[in-house]
């Protein structure tokens, strides 16, 4: 409750907010290794990647959204009935053509394997060819080899930074900079005073995994390695990352997990059904059940935590990710 509140109260002062900074055009954007200069504020986007869409949606841009694709959980609960309004290109990849039919100004895109040298979506330059810019957020290009691992491996440990960076290019572009301050102002207070209460509550003596999914419930899960955005959460938080790894989100066997014995089990919740274990309940069950995991002492002592996909991953829902852990931390 106090996430969906503090967001809504965002959402109220952005769109509040009397004080405009305006852009000053042309604006010239470095992004994910791709150089474009703006002569104006877009006035239509089409979003690929939850992320973007939120992001959007917060600084009060959701008149600009012309279509949205790949969703992991609901809308943010302040936006459901504007959401509705916005056509849904697909659940999860949409093709060029529904892209380009909707005419977009701008191509806001989370992931870099949607939109990149080998984009499943489209290339860069398979947009830029037909004059529609795109814009990546840096969460997921900055010190980051997506060239590596299925889901790209982290050259550094993942910042709030990149998601800040996002936000405040995004409100540039938008020519709503005044709100892109406001809101990250917001987020920084909030991942201070969630760092400073997960301390207070000991979090540095406490272990941790996050499951995000599996590609079959019998075999390794995908957890959140070192360098990645749940690593991120822990990292911050002082608590161990049971997972070595710097892949964002590698596959390792559950006997390894089950010796490191972590306090606390995070696990995704979402949508999306690609794979069997992107239904919690699945998870919870497996966990309960199988002669490897049962014996976990998270799984005995019921610290299984659920937590929203989008919270454990670079997007505007990180801070949430970050609050809901430090309120676990807490009562254990």
């Known amino acids: 409750m106090k996430s969906v509140f503090s967001m809504s109260l965002i959402a109220v002062t952005l769109f509040s907010s009397t004080h405009t900074l305006a852009t000053e055009y042309p604006l010239t954007i ?21 992320a973007a869409t939120e992001i959007l949606y917060t600084l009060g841009l959701a ?26 290109l697909a659940d999860n990849d949409p093709s060029f053509e529904s892209i380009l039919e909707k005419r977009p100004e701008l191509v806001a895109v989370q992931y870099e394997w949607h939109v990149g040298d080998q984009g499943i979506v489209a290339t860069r330059d398979m947009f830029h060819d037909v004059k529609v810019p795109t814009y990546i957020l840096p969460t997921d290009c ?38 892109g301050d406001q809101l990250v102002a917001s987020l920084k207070q909030r991942e201070s005073t969630a760092i400073e209460r997960a301390k207070a509550a ?7 995994v996050f499951w995000y999914s599996s590609a079959a419930m019998d075999i390794d899960p ?5 360098k990645g955005a749940a690593g991120y959460l822990m990292k911050t ?14 596959t390792v066997g559950w006997e390894t997990l089950a010796k490191a014995n972590p306090d606390i089990i995070v696990i995704a ?18 966990l309960k059940n199988d002669p490897v995991t049962k014996e976990m002492d998270a799984v005995k002592q019921g610290n299984i935590v659920i937590m929203d996909a989008l919270k454990m991953d670079a997007t505007i829902r990180l801070i949430n990710g970050l609050e809901k852990l430090t309120d676990a931390v807490e009562q254990l």
Request: glycine content about 6%; charged content about 30%; overall charge negative.
């Open 30 to 50: 470095e992004n994910c290794g791709f150089t474009h200069t703006y002569q104006q504020a877009p006035q239509s986007t089409v979003t690929i990647g939850q």
């Open 63 to 88: 008149n600009k959204v012309k279509g949205t694709s790949v969703w992991f959980n609901e809308v943010l609960p302040e936006f459901k009935e504007v959401n509705t309004g916005i056509p849904r």
């Open 142 to 179: 900055d010190n980051k080899d997506n060239s590596v691992g299925l889901d790209g491996t982290r050259l550094d440990q993942f910042s709030t930074a990149a998601l800040y960076k996002s936000i405040d290019q995004l409100s540039d572009i938008f020519d709503v900079s005044d709100r």
């Open 202 to 208: 000991g979090s540095q003596d406490k272990t941790a």
């Open 222 to 226: 995908y957890v959140a390695g070192q």
């Open 237 to 250: 938080l002082g608590i161990e990352n049971v997972v070595q790894s710097d892949e964002e989100w590698p």
């Open 269 to 286: 919740k979402m949508n999306r059904r690609r794979f069997p274990a992107d239904d919690f309940e699945k998870k919870l069950e497996f």
